[in-house]
C-alpha cells in the first residue's frame, strides 16, 4: 500500500510563500504522474500541478507563473513551491500518485492566505 503524507502547509499573509512536501512510501520514479489538488470549502477538488515521470509539468491556469511543482527521486519527494500567495489559493492540498490504474492520495494540508 502506498502512502503520501503532505506537510509544509500553513496560515501566510498575501503575497507570501510556501512550499508543501508530498513524502511518498515507494519509488516516486514508478508513478506514471504525481500531482497537487487542491479543495476549498464549497467547492470541487482541482488540479493545481502535475509533474510525469519524465519530467514534464502542468498548472492551472490560476496558478501559473507563481507556483512551481518539482520532485527529488533520491528523496521519493514531490514539492509545491508556492509564491506571490492570494486569499483565492486558501484550501486543503492534496497530493495524488498514479501508478498504472491506481490512484493514490494523500490526507491533505491546509493552506490559509489571509489578506
Known amino acids: 500500500q502506498v502512502q503520501l503524507v503532505e506537510s509544509g502547509g500553513g496560515l501566510v499573509q498575501a503575497g507570501g510563500s510556501l512550499r508543501l512536501s508530498c513524502a511518498a512510501s515507494?519509488?516516486?520514479?514508478?508513478?506514471?504522474?504525481m500531482g497537487w489538488y487542491r479543495q476549498a470549502p464549497g467547492k470541487q477538488r482541482e488540479l493545481v500541478a502535475a509533474?510525469?515521470?519524465?519530467?514534464?509539468?502542468n498548472y492551472a491556469d490560476s496558478v501559473k507563473d507563481r507556483f512551481t511543482v518539482s520532485r527529488d527521486n533520491t528523496k521519493n519527494t514531490m514539492y509545491l513551491q508556492m509564491n506571490s500567495l492570494k486569499p483565492e489559493d486558501t484550501a486543503v492540498y492534496y497530493c495524488n500518485a498514479v501508478k498504472g490504474m491506481i490512484g493514490y492520495w494523500g490526507q491533505g494540508t491546509q493552506v490559509t492566505v489571509s489578506s
Open positions: 509533474i510525469t515521470s519524465g519530467g514534464s509539468t
Open positions: 515507494a519509488i516516486i520514479s514508478s508513478f506514471n504522474v
